[in-house]
């Protein structure tokens, strides 16, 4: 066990025990450690980690909120996490062997690590497009009836430069429709999204409120000129599901 922790921490905390001020590593680890057989992960360790995640995921969406997700700030991101699942799991190999000169390292790469995130996240927030109102939807008006098995024609406003349209049907017990095609790997190209009245999967909506999600997604480029796709705000109107099964009993499954 502690040969494990000690090879791996080498090579994670490399960066701050020199005195850096960011971590250094290019996302793959310097050494491979041998496999992880320590003990299961206790009741203290999932929830620091839960709290862990928790605080960070919040933090990422208010630095990010109302700008579009580039690539860039995707790698980013990506980077960030399997350099902290990897710094949460040596921590944890450090308290089961009660090393706690190891777990202050630790915790002082952590806090390093997220603070190069955040400044890195931060500029490239403000560098990336600023997200777009979310499309308006034509048809059906909101409050509408939808029968089960009939033919529902969902019409959205067109966006100025869009490629892609999202329309999904949101109902009970997650139950849902949407124009997107497995064998393209894409959302409808026009602004207009019909669920056809012999849908096999009208048979698992169950009558009562539902809703409708549209969006729309448009070519744009990041400030180094690199092209990605980015979507709209999301709108969602409410609408009523008719002549389908009665709604499961509370508990029932």
Known sequence: MRAILGTTLVAMLVAVSAGAATPTDSGKPAVLAPHDAGPAETTGQKAYRNAYISKTVKKEQEVTKERAWTPD???TENLHWKRAYK???IRELAE???ETSAITRVDAY???LDQHFFTELTTLAAEAPALLPAPALTAPAKGSSLGVGTAVSIKIAPVAGATHY???LWGKEHHMWSNYDPATKQFGATPECTIPAGDAKWAKFESGGANIQIRAEIPEKTKKGVAFNMW???AQIPVTITGGAAPAA???K
């Open 73 to 75: 700030i995707g790698a």
């Open 87 to 89: 710094a949460l799991r």
């Open 96 to 98: 089961d062997d009660k």
């Open 110 to 112: 952590i806090t390093k």
């Open 166 to 168: 999202y329309c999904l």
């Open 232 to 234: 709209t705000h999301t």
């Open 250 to 252: 509370s508990g029932a």
